[in-house]
């Protein structure tokens, strides 16, 4: 602080600054990536530990038997679902009524903004049947949920047989001390929120339901297509990227190591050749994969709604493939019970863990302390430009002593002003109108619902590019030097603001957010050529980001597509996001259209300033 | 061993009962227990144990008693230091399922509950109430002393006297509950130790913990009131219930009957009586089984007696354990049920309550009563106790019944003051027939100091049980075609008795999260604060408000004086 109280030591630290400025953002700019490319470096991360005390030293011995009479049953409700076509609440009730569990039945009905063509619906109506097994001298206080999903299909059969063989197991048991809630719930998402919102009476979708538990401290999802698998699959992110409570995933891994399970996250099995660059980049895409799928901000299973309401929950996948190491059904069920025995020890919430963390590997994390750095100094450039921009404005040009006065305070508060407004504006009409006008669309043009949706979303963002960049000069006459300064100084601290607030929140999304507009709002301004600046400007645009983001997350899968395949999934991909707001009140579309798109046209603005 | 342990207290009783006549000529004293059994509909199997002794003596006169016989001394000095005109105190681990089971011969919250009415000639009552809670903590080794003013309350309806005495102003009554206390063996001691024969004889044998706390619910209490003597009424007596109901988990996977006996259970059989009491009876309850299909007991007994309990009347199956002959040539009685379970007609009130909403800042409290009568409305009083950390929004309040607005014609409602006394909310509601009543609250979560939370403040704060109190028609008087077995001209006015009975219905408590600094790292935090607030604040507002020049060294004297010179003379200066 002394060194800037100093006058003249002041001033030679902001002409260093402003000097050295472009070397100094393009040097952040490389660590800030080659820092975040560190983090799945296996050296440079921590193993995980189990931090809940709870959970880490009591015994548990496993002693669930039943595996094949479990996969009976889910043959049985296979059979049932084919005939009832859907869910089949009867059988359901009935069976674990005779396992001796309170049952319960919630019904919801649920239209949607405009169809669902991924999953081919749009008004929704179903039913989900819940158990609730009382935990004897209890009070009803607290309870643990294990959920698994009424697919359609032959989907998901052995995980309902699952859960109904844990439920009889589970009943004649002296030492449960929360209650258990092993829930059915049909349409996946659709059915899991209404039943959140039923069971929280939080909002109206569904029915209320007749029964509870108590505040519930942990969640399960079970997801099982087949009798025997090879390994089971974690998966950790939910809504708007909230991710549960690392000692969960600890929980999951310590057992699968117990058991003998093969146990993956993201689908990657763990490797343990990390000073190699296979083995480096292995971890690297494990880490993309959540990175990915956490700045989606999407529910990644049916334990991503659990997370809003404070429960840590997480969604475990049984993976059938070619490996030679077989798991049966009785050893998941024996998984099953030791997670459910360690969390039914639980003194407190899970919480003495991270809730924000990467994961390399399942052993591996990243915690907040070791990735926010990586965004800071990406960060840091758009503090650094702001912070030129601000030198610039505040020594006056030299022309002012020959008397060439500056434009009078009301046009540059206007030339200021307007593009704010107009590409906001532009914004608000991306977030209402493709919904709004899915009907006129449909009547006009020769599409779906869903395309007319889409197809408006993407007009209406190539519309935004050619309005707002002349606009201030319909108030303000010609643009002058001081006025796109004044507009980049807000842009940037803008920006900064934004992206700083979404990486708190979404590290992901920040992240990548960061990664195309820092070079965008960094290197703008009217001098530049223009056809290229306007070319790397689109480039590097929220949309254009999120179509290679779609391309680059198959890639990462291992499941590369043509260029024909990617463009139908990016459509698809938007649809998805703007039903994710609509139904399950992920923030991302509002955030990216009202926000950060908006945000994106200052800069638009810029570049054609004259 | 057993036999001569017999001998030891019958001896002991015989010596005792001849010391008292002999030498001290106080009131009789009469000792009696019961236990009833009942299975449930869902299988399990509902026991209740019932020891009371009746003493005929005043601890309210002046010359202290200072001689007991049947009667625990603990608990009688308690009574007579404190002024204690009644007092109820429960202790319960688990939640009795009402839609399961029916209702209980005595109802009580989990945790742990005490409701004393004191004399009222008592000054001081809360100073009185400080030190009873205290004192009771030391004789049932529960953590009543955690009672204090502000889980206090004075209900003004929902909790009348039910003993003798017509002083039913609410300044002598104090009422609290500990959600949270957990109930073990170390409670149960002390509660055995009040009886006359303890556990070595009489229906006490049956109580080992290992197997009283291997079960679905377990609730034992303690009842004192004073009761009238004899019909005139002009002395009373005080009695003393200890009561114990535990319902077993039977459940069996298997479609097959459930087999049970009271080794099964309770893993010992009866061999006797308790020597000093007048009467000792084990009662089942047959009425569901009056053609013997459901389930057989054995051995089989004679003896039948009918009641009219919680508006229904029932059949009993009696064992009396004085008589010899029970215990049959093995000398010892093992009852065996073996039955089935059997749907259960739905209970007429029941009660439910859950907290609604999610994140820290606010939150919904609703209480739902369902009336499954299905024509008759009853009134219930329902009386909620919040703690002072749960700031009700009183003016949200809404009673809604069948998707109308449901006026309570009785509010009580006691705002709560931090860190003093809890919100207190008493409403009389009607519940219209074959009806669910919803009352919701909102309440905003404070943010309490951190040396007020607990050691395990994730784990969430406790609010205790609603309780809700009422008058409800009973089934004997809904069934109004039943003049089989009763004449004709004693069943067209429903008799008072038997027209409704009382019931106390117990909610769940909440479990509330409330905002929760993250207690790891307080000494972090505090320093960093500290040092960021002094280094970094100051230095930051130094540098906003404080424009810098350079300055120019002072010049010298002459120059000074030269200045002011030419400052007088006009000119600019040097």
């Known amino acids: 602080m002394g060194l800037l109280s100093d006058p003249n030591r002041r001033r030679a630290l902001i002409s260093l600054l402003t000097r050295l400025n472009t070397p100094i953002c393009i040097v952040c700019y490389m660590a800030g990536v080659a820092w975040f490319m560190g983090l799945a470096f296996e050296p440079f991360t921590l193993r995980t530990y189990m931090s809940e005390n709870a959970m880490g030293s009591t015994m548990v011995e496993e002693r669930f038997p039943a595996g094949e009479r479990a996969l009976a049953t889910g043959r049985e409700f296979s059979a049932h679902k084919k005939r009832t076509g859907g869910m089949p609440v009867e059988w359901l009730m009935k069976t674990m009524q005779a396992k001796g569990l309170e049952v319960f039945t919630q019904r919801f009905s649920r239209t949607l903004p405009f169809p669902d063509e991924n999953k081919e619906r749009y008004m929704v109506r179903g039913t989900n049947v819940y158990g609730i097994l009382r935990a004897p001298r209890a009070p009803r206080t607290e309870a643990l949920v294990l959920s698994a999903p009424c697919s359609p299909g032959d989907n998901n059969n052995q995980a309902v047989g699952l859960l109904l063989g844990l439920a009889e197991y589970f009943r004649n048991q002296i030492y449960w001390a929360k209650d258990i809630i092993f829930l059915v719930n049909e349409h996946d998402l659709i059915g899991m929120q209404a039943w959140l919102e039923g069971y929280h009476h939080t909002n109206t979708t569904g029915t209320f339901c007749h029964s509870r538990g108590g505040s519930i401290q942990a969640a399960l999802s079970l997801e099982l297509s087949s009798d025997i698998i090879t390994s089971l699959d974690l998966v950790l992110e939910g809504l708007n990227g909230q991710l549960p409570n690392l000692d969960l995933a600890n929980l999951f891994y310590a057992f699968c190591q117990k058991i003998g399970v093969l146990c993956t996250i993201q689908g990657k099995l763990q490797r343990n050749d990390w000073d190699s660059v296979s083995g480096y980049s292995h971890a690297v895409q494990t880490m993309m994969l959540m990175v990915m799928k956490q700045a989606s901000g999407r529910p990644w299973g049916d334990h991503g709604l659990f997370l809003r309401y404070h429960i840590e929950a997480a969604t475990i996948k049984g993976v059938n493939s070619f490996r030679q190491y077989k798991t049966d059904a009785t050893t998941i069920g024996r998984l099953l019970e030791g997670m459910y025995r360690k969390l039914n020890n639980l003194l407190e919430r899970l919480h003495q863990s991270y809730f924000f963390y990467l994961m390399p590997s399942l052993s591996h994390f990243v915690s907040i302390g070791y990735y926010m750095p990586a965004f800071g100094l990406l960060a840091v450039i758009l503090l650094l430009r702001a912070l030129d921009l601000w030198v610039q404005l505040s020594t006056p040009p030299q022309r002012t002593e020959d008397g060439v006065t500056d434009i009078e305070p009301v046009r540059g508060v206007l030339s200021l002003l307007t593009p704010l407004v107009i590409s906001h504006l532009t914004g608000v009409a991306l977030y209402m109108l493709p919904i709004r006008f899915q009907e006129m669309a449909v009547e006009h043009f020769p599409v779906s619902e869903t395309e007319a949706v889409v197809l408006t979303a993407i007009a209406v963002y190539t519309a935004g590019l050619a309005l707002p960049h002349n606009t201030h000069r319909l108030l303000s006459g010609e643009g002058t030097e001081q006025g796109w300064r004044v507009l980049k100084l807000v842009a940037v601290l803008y920006l900064a603001v934004l992206l700083g607030c979404t990486a708190l929140i979404n590290f992901s999304l920040g992240f990548i957010l960061a990664l195309t507009l820092v070079p965008v709002a960094a290197f703008v301004t009217p001098h530049v050529p223009k056809v290229l600046s306007a070319f790397i400007l689109v480039i590097l645009s929220p949309a254009c980001t999120l179509l290679f983001s779609v391309f680059f997350f198959q890639e990462l899968q291992e499941m590369p597509i043509s260029f024909q395949d990617g463009w139908l999934l990016f459509l698809s991909v938007i649809s998805q996001g703007i039903l994710d707001h609509s139904l399950y009140g992920s923030l991302v579309y509002p955030l990216i259209t009202l926000l950060v798109y908006p945000c994106w046209l200052l800069f638009w603005n810029i570049l054609f300033w004259n | ?574």
Not at chain 2, 230 to 237: G, L, N, R, V, Y
Not at chain 2, 505 to 532: A, G, K, R
Request: proline content about 6%.
């Open chain 2, 1 to 574: 061993a057993m036999a001569e342990q017999k001998f030891r207290v019958r001896a002991r009783a015989l010596v005792c009962v001849f010391v008292c006549v002999v030498m001290c000529g106080c009131g009789r004293d009469d000792f009696q227990e019961e236990l009833v059994i009942r299975p449930l509909h869902s299988g399990d199997i509902y026991t209740s144990f019932q020891f009371r002794t009746l003493w005929e003596t005043d601890f309210t006169r002046e010359n202290k008693v200072s001689h007991y016989r049947l009667f625990p001394k603990s608990l009688g000095q308690v009574i007579s230091k404190f002024s204690v005109r009644e007092l109820h105190i429960s202790f319960t681990q688990g939640y009795w399922r009402t839609m399961q089971w029916g209702q209980p011969y005595l109802p009580s919250p989990p945790g742990a509950e005490l409701w004393v009415w004191f004399q009222d000639s008592l000054t001081d009552v809360d100073g009185t109430w400080k030190e009873l809670t205290n004192v009771l903590s030391g004789i049932f080794c529960a953590s009543l002393n955690f009672i204090d003013s502000t889980n206090t309350v004075q209900p003004s309806a929902s909790f009348k006297p039910l003993g003798i005495g017509n002083v039913t102003d609410h300044r002598f009554l104090r009422y609290a509950t500990l959600p949270r206390e957990i109930v073990c063996t170390e409670n149960l001691t002390p509660w055995k130790k009040l009886l006359p024969c303890g556990s070595k004889a009489g229906l006490a044998v049956l109580l080992k913990s290992e197997k009283l706390f291997h079960s679905s619910f377990h609730s034992q209490a303690v009842h004192i009131r004073p009761v009238c003597k004899d019909d005139q009424c002009k002395t009373t007596s005080w009695e003393l219930r200890q009561t114990l109901n535990v319902v077993f988990d039977l459940h069996n996977s298997g479609q097959g009957k459930n087999e049970w006996s009271l080794f099964k259970m309770f893993s010992r059989t009866l061999t006797e009586a308790c020597p000093v009491a007048s009467s000792s009876k084990i009662y089942i309850d047959i009425t569901d089984n009056s053609q013997g299909e459901q389930f057989e007991l054995s051995p089989a007994t004679p003896l039948l007696s009918q009641a009219v309990v919680l508006g229904d009347r029932r059949t009993f199956s009696v064992y009396d354990l004085t008589q010899q002959i029970t215990f049959g040539t093995m000398r010892s009685l093992n009852l065996l049920i073996r039955g089935k379970s059997s749907d259960m007609l739905r209970p007429l009130l029941h009660a439910e309550r859950y907290v609604a909403g999610y994140g820290l800042q606010t939150g919904e409290i609703h209480t739902l009563m369902y009336n499954n009568h299905p024509y008759r409305s009853f009134p219930v009083l329902l009386l909620d106790s919040v703690p002072w950390y749960l700031r009700l929004y009183i003016h949200t309040l809404t009673v809604t019944s069948k998707g109308k607005d449901n006026k309570p014609s009785y509010i009580h409602y006691q705002p709560s003051k931090d860190r003093v006394r809890p919100h207190l909310l008493e409403m009389l509601v009607q519940l219209p027939p074959n009806s669910v009543t919803e009352v919701t609250l909102q309440f905003e979560r404070a943010l309490l100091k951190w040396t007020e939370y607990t050691p395990d403040p994730n784990h969430g704060f406790y609010v205790g049980s609603s309780v809700i109190s009422s008058l409800v028609p009973s089934i004997v008087a809904m069934d109004t075609n039943n003049s089989r077995e009763r004449p004709l001209f004693s069943s067209f006015f429903p008799s008072k008795e038997e027209s409704s009975y009382f019931v106390r219905v117990y909610t769940e408590p909440l479990l509330v999260n409330l905002p929760t600094p993250d207690f790891s790292m307080p000494y972090n935090v505090i320093c960093l604060t500290c040092t960021v607030v002094a280094v970094g604040y100051g230095s930051l507002y130094n540098l906003l408000t404080r424009s810098f020049q350079i300055e120019e060294p002072s010049p010298g004297l002459a120059k000074r004086i030269a200045n002011i010179i030419r400052k007088m003379r006009g000119v600019p200066p040097l």
